[in-house]
C-alpha cells in the first residue's frame, strides 16, 4: 500500500483512502483530506518529523505517523 | 431581552480581528466551566441588545477536540439565536466544510466572507450573490484586516436581530445517503443535525435514544456502508464536501497560473532545513531578551525596587508613624498588604511586555512555524512544541512562563506544560544557587550548570513518566495543523489580548498572592500569644520544629531549613534572606554571603545539595501557583500540579541524599540507603514501562 508517507517533497499524490484511528481519521477528513483530493508535499521539518503539504489551496502539517495513514493512488 | 450571536469559524479566519472590530472593548474574557479553553463574549458596538459570544475556532463540530465539543454544546444549547459563521474566503472549499455543518443547525445565520482582500490578490474571482443564493443566507463581504465591511456586518447583525428568520438552505446528500438520514430521522423523530449525527454513530447523540431505535440505526447504517464500501463517518464527510463543491462550482473561480505567494517564500528561509532552527534561537533570544533582560525586566525591577522599594513604603510610613498608628497595624499595612500589592503589581510589567511579544509571535503566523519545528522534540514527552517557550521564558521568571502556555491548543499539553515549567530554574531561584555553591562548593561553575541540567532532565522524565499515567495518557492528539499564511498583526488585536490577559491575572492570581503574602506575614512575625516576635520565635518557626523532621532523610531535618523554604513560597529570594534573619543577620546579600559560615557548619556538601534540588523542584513561589491556578482553571489541578511537584522534589532530594551521602563516605550503608535505591528503581521503572494505556488496535 503506497502512502503519503512515501511521497517525496515536490511531488503530489491523489487520496485513495484513509486509515488510521479514530481521532487521526476524522481530523485528517475535517481538514479536506478525502477520497480523490489531491496533495503536493512541500517539505520536512529540519528535525525530520513533521511534513508539509499543500491541499485545497492551504498549508497543513502532519507526522509522518499519520501521514502513513494516508493511502494514495 | 438580548439577542445572542454565536461566532463560529475556522482557526486563522480572522476571527478574532471580526469579534474585536464588533465589540470594541466591551468583552469579556473568561474560561468555559471546568475546561482550559478561553471563553470570549462582548456586545456590539453601540447595541448593548446584541451579545456576540465568541466560540473557539474549529474545523468541524466533530466532537473529538476539546474546541470542537465546547463550540458544538454551546450551538446545541438554548442560549444562541442566530449563528455568525466567519468564512475564510481564500480557502474556501475547507471553510464552507464547517459551513454545510452549520447550516445543518437550522439558525438564523449570516455568512462573514473575510480575507476578499487576499482572494483579489491572488487573482480568483468569488460571486457573493450566488454564493448567497445556494446557502440561503445574507453573505457580507469582509476584509476584516483593513477594516472592510465591518459597518455592513453591524447593519446586518442588527437587521437579522430585528426580523430573525431562518432561510438556510438544505443540506442534501447524494441518494442513497440521503435516504438513509431521512429514515432515521423518520424512526427517532431527531432534528436533521442530530440524525446525521446518528448515522455518524456518534455517541453523544445516540445516548438519548432506545437500545431498538439504536439496532435499527445500526441496521440502516450497514447496508449504507456496504453499498459504499466505506464508513459512516467518511461517507459523510465525502458527501458533506460533495455539497461544498456544489456550492463553490460557479461560484469560485479560481486563477490557474500557480504562483508562490509571500508566505511560500518567507518558509522557503524560516523552515527550510538549514536556517530554521538558527532563526529559531534568534527570535527566542530576541523575545527573552526584550521580556526579561531589557524592557519587561526593567520595569519590573523598577516597580518592585524603586515605586515598592523607595517611593511607596517610606511614604507610607511616614504617613502611619505620624497618624499614630499601633505597631502592628503599621506591619500589616507595610509588610503585608503593601508586600502583597507589590508582589502581584511587580510581575506585570514582565509578563505584559511577554504577552505582547507572543501575541505577536502568535498573530502573524510564527507560532505555528515554531510547533512545526520542534514536535519531534516534544512529542515524546507527551509536550507540544509550543511548551519550549513557557519553558525558555520560565528561565527568567515562572509566572510569564505559565501564562505563555495558553497558546498550546491541546487541553492535556497545556496542562502538562503547566504542571512542568516551574522546573526549570527561574531567576529568584539563582540566589539560592549562589547561596549553596558559595558556603559549600566554593563558588563553583558546576552548580549553577548542573541546576539547570536537573530542571530539564526532571522535565523529560516527568514527561515521559507521566504521559503513562491515567491522567494524561489517552489517543495522542494529533497533530495534523494548519500553516496559517503569514501576516502584519493587528496592534489592536495585539493589545486587546494583552490587556485581557493581564487583567485575568491580576484577578485570579493576584488574589491567590495578596492573601498568603498576608498569611505568611503572619505566622512569620507573631507567636502564638499573638504577640509581634522575631521571626525565631515565631508561629511559622514552632511549625518549623514540627515539620522538620520530615526532612530529616532528605539531610537538611532542621527547623531554619523547613521556616526558609515555606517563605520561599512567597518568592524564591526569600529563602536566602529568611535563613540571614534566623540566623541573626537582618539583611544579607543576595547569595547570603554573611552567613555562608553559619550554613556550611549545618549542612555537609551533600546535604547541601539536597536542599538545593528540593527548593528548585518543589513548588514554585505564590504568584507562580496563582498563574497555574488561572491557567488550569480548575482548584483540582492546581493541587494535582503542586503536589506533584513536591512529591518529586522530596523523592529525588531524598535519592540524592540517602545515595549521596554513602558515594562521599558520609555515611554507611544502611537502611535508608536500600529505601533510596527503591525509590529510585521504582522510578526508572516508571520511565521505561510500556504505556498501559497506549492504543489497543
Redesign the interface.
Known amino acids: 500500500m503506497k502512502t503519503l508517507k512515501d511521497v517525496k517533497p515536490g511531488e503530489k499524490a491523489v487520496v485513495k483512502k484513509v486509515h488510521g484511528d479514530r481521532s487521526v481519521h476524522q481530523r485528517l477528513m475535517d481538514m479536506g483530506v478525502i477520497k480523490g483530493a489531491e496533495i503536493l508535499v512541500r517539505k520536512v521539518a529540519p528535525l525530520g518529523d513533521p511534513i508539509e503539504v499543500n491541499l485545497r489551496s492551504y498549508e497543513l502539517t502532519l507526522r509522518k505517523q499519520e501521514a502513513e495513514s494516508i493511502e494514495v493512488a | 431581552m438580548a439577542f445572542h450571536y454565536a461566532l463560529v469559524g475556522n482557526p486563522n479566519s480572522g476571527k478574532t480581528t471580526l469579534f474585536n472590530e464588533l465589540t470594541g472593548s466591551s468583552q469579556h474574557v473568561g474560561n468555559w466551566p471546568g475546561v482550559t479553553v478561553e471563553k470570549k463574549e462582548g456586545k456590539l458596538k453601540g447595541n448593548k441588545e446584541i451579545v456576540i459570544q465568541d466560540l473557539p475556532g474549529i474545523?468541524?463540530l466533530?466532537p473529538?477536540t476539546l474546541e470542537e465539543v465546547v463550540a458544538r454544546d454551546y450551538l446545541l444549547s438554548a442560549e444562541p439565536d442566530a449563528i455568525i459563521n466567519i468564512v475564510d474566503a481564500?480557502?474556501l472549499?475547507?471553510n464552507l466544510?464547517l459551513t454545510t455543518q452549520l447550516m445543518e443547525l437550522k439558525k438564523p445565520m449570516i455568512v462573514a466572507l473575510n480575507m476578499m482582500d487576499i482572494v483579489a490578490k491572488n487573482g480568483d474571482k468569488i460571486s457573493v450573490e450566488k454564493l448567497s443564493k445556494k446557502l440561503g443566507v445574507q453573505v457580507v463581504e469582509m476584509s476584516a484586516v483593513r477594516g472592510k465591511g465591518a459597518k455592513e456586518m453591524a447593519e446586518a447583525l442588527k437587521a437579522l436581530a430585528a426580523k430573525a428568520k431562518t432561510t438556510v438552505t438544505d443540506v442534501t446528500f447524494s441518494d442513497h445517503v440521503e435516504k438513509a438520514v431521512q429514515d432515521i430521522a423518520a424512526l427517532t423523530n431527531l432534528s436533521r443535525f442530530e440524525s446525521v449525527k446518528c448515522f455518524e454513530r456518534d455517541e453523544k447523540v445516540l445516548k438519548q435514544l432506545s437500545d431498538n431505535q439504536k439496532s435499527q440505526i445500526e441496521t440502516i447504517v450497514k447496508a449504507c456502508e456496504e453499498a459504499e464500501d466505506?464508513d459512516a463517518?467518511?461517507i459523510i464527510?465525502?458527501e458533506r464536501?460533495g455539497f461544498v463543491a456544489k456550492i463553490s462550482d460557479g461560484v469560485l473561480t479560481?486563477n490557474t497560473s500557480h504562483q508562490m505567494t509571500l508566505?511560500?517564500k518567507i518558509?522557503r528561509v524560516v523552515?527550510?532545513?538549514?536556517l530554521?532552527?538558527p532563526i529559531f534561537v534568534a527570535v527566542m533570544a530576541l523575545v527573552y531578551y526584550i521580556s526579561i533582560s531589557t524592557i519587561g525586566g526593567m520595569m519590573t525591577d523598577w516597580v518592585n525596587d524603586v515605586l515598592f522599594g523607595e517611593i511607596i513604603p517610606p511614604a507610607v510610613e511616614g504617613f502611619l508613624t505620624n497618624a499614630g498608628v499601633a505597631d502592628w497595624l503599621s506591619s500589616l499595612v507595610l509588610d503585608g498588604i503593601i508586600g502583597g500589592v507589590g508582589a502581584v503589581l511587580g510581575f506585570l510589567p514582565q509578563m505584559l511586555t511577554l504577552f505582547i511579544l507572543l501575541a505577536i509571535l502568535e498573530d502573524c503566523g510564527y507560532m505555528?512555524r515554531i510547533a512545526?519545528?520542534?514536535?519531534?522534540?516534544f512529542?515524546k514527552l507527551g509536550l507540544s512544541g509550543k511548551s519550549f517557550i513557557p519553558m525558555m521564558v520560565g528561565t527568567g521568571c515562572g509566572v510569564p512562563g505559565i501564562m505563555a502556555s495558553r497558546t498550546i491548543e491541546n487541553e492535556k499539553d497545556r496542562r502538562m506544560t503547566v504542571m512542568l515549567t516551574t522546573f526549570i530554574p527561574c531567576s529568584a531561584k539563582l540566589p539560592i544557587i549562589a547561596l549553596i555553591a558559595g558556603a559549600l562548593f566554593d563558588s563553583a561553575w558546576w552548580v549553577g550548570a548542573s541546576a539547570y541540567f536537573i530542571g530539564m532532565g526532571a522535565i523529560i522524565v516527568s514527561g515521559i513518566i507521566l504521559k503513562k499515567t491515567k491522567l494524561f495518557a489517552g489517543?495522542p492528539?494529533?497533530?495534523?495543523?494548519?500553516?496559517p499564511i503569514y501576516h502584519l498583526p493587528l496592534p489592536k488585536n495585539v493589545l486587546l489580548q494583552t490587556y485581557e490577559r493581564g487583567k485575568a491575572f491580576v484577578k485570579k492570581a493576584g488574589t491567590i498572592i495578596f492573601v498568603s503574602s498576608i498569611v505568611i506575614w503572619f505566622l512569620q512575625g507573631f507567636n502564638w500569644s499573638f504577640e509581634m516576635v522575631d521571626a525565631n520565635d515565631s508561629i511559622l518557626a514552632s511549625i518549623g520544629n514540627i515539620f522538620a523532621p520530615i526532612f530529616a532523610p532528605l539531610g537538611f531535618g532542621n527547623w531554619q531549613s523547613t521556616v526558609a523554604s515555606v517563605t520561599g513560597l512567597v518568592a524564591k529570594e526569600n529563602v536566602v534572606s529568611t535563613m540571614g534573619i534566623l540566623y541573626g543577620f537582618e539583611e544579607v546579600a543576595e547569595d547570603g554571603l554573611e552567613i555562608w559560615g553559619n550554613f556550611a557548619s549545618m549542612f555537609t556538601s551533600v546535604s547541601a545539595y539536597s536542599f538545593l534540588v528540593f527548593n528548585l523542584l518543589c513548588a514554585p513561589c505564590f504568584a507562580a501557583i496563582g498563574a497555574i491556578r488561572n491557567e488550569m482553571a480548575s482548584g483540582r489541578w492546581t493541587w494535582i500540579a503542586i503536589g506533584y511537584q513536591c512529591g518529586f522534589a522530596y523523592l529525588v532530594a531524598f535519592i540524592v541524599y540517602q545515595l549521596g551521602s554513602v558515594f562521599v563516605g558520609d555515611a554507611s550503608f544502611g537502611i535508608m540507603t536500600v529505601l533510596a535505591i527503591v525509590v529510585l528503581a521504582a522510578g526508572i521503572y516508571m520511565l521505561v514501562r510500556k504505556n498501559p494505556y497506549s492504543?489497543q488496535r
Do not use: H
Open positions: 474545523y468541524s466533530s473529538y481564500s480557502n472549499e475547507r466544510y466505506d463517518k467518511s464527510t465525502q464536501y479560481k508566505s511560500d518558509d523552515t527550510n532545513r538549514f530554521a532552527l505555528a512545526f519545528i520542534l514536535d519531534r522534540l512529542r489517543d492528539a494529533p497533530f495534523v495543523m494548519e500553516l492504543e
